[in-house]
Nanobody
Framework: QVQLVESGGGSVQAGGSLRLSCAAS????????MGWFRQAPGKEREGVAI???????TYADSVKGRFTISKDGAKTTLYLQMNSLKPEDTAMYYC??????????????????WGQGTQVTVSS
């Protein structure tokens, strides 16, 4: 089992920045592959960024160049640095994890463990 707890969400004006954190605990091997997903009201959940066991990263086109995913060496914390935020980034952001082999695509159905989410609101 893996427990994931997100934090760092909030309200910010367009152009601003936020840093999300996801505290991970539980079976170490199950935290090898992690990612951030988001869901806006009335929309389906979409992938934002994922990071693999060797810290290889993949980003959704909508956030490339603005968001950076990273994790600490002990795999206890996953981060999402969000810069140049836009109103369309407003959503509930979720942290997710799964054991290897790490998914190559940003697809929520590939992830087994999920946090409760943290709200990000960007105003224009």
């Amino acid at each position: 089992q893996v427990q994931l707890v997100e934090s760092g969400g909030g309200s910010v004006q367009a152009g601003g920045s936020l840093r999300l954190s996801c505290a991970a605990s539980g079976y170490y091997y199950n935290r090898d592959c992690m990612g951030w997903f988001r869901q806006a009201p009335g929309k389906e959940r979409e992938g934002v960024a994922i990071i693999g066991s060797l810290s290889g990263t993949t980003y959704a086109d909508s956030v490339k160049g603005r968001f950076t995913i990273s994790k600490d060496g002990a795999k206890t914390t996953l981060y999402l640095q969000m810069n140049s935020l836009k109103p369309e980034d407003t959503a509930m952001y979720y942290c997710a994890a799964v054991s290897p082999p790490c998914p190559a695509l940003i697809r929520d159905s590939d992830y087994r463990y999920w946090g409760q989410g943290t709200q990000v609101t960007v105003s224009s």
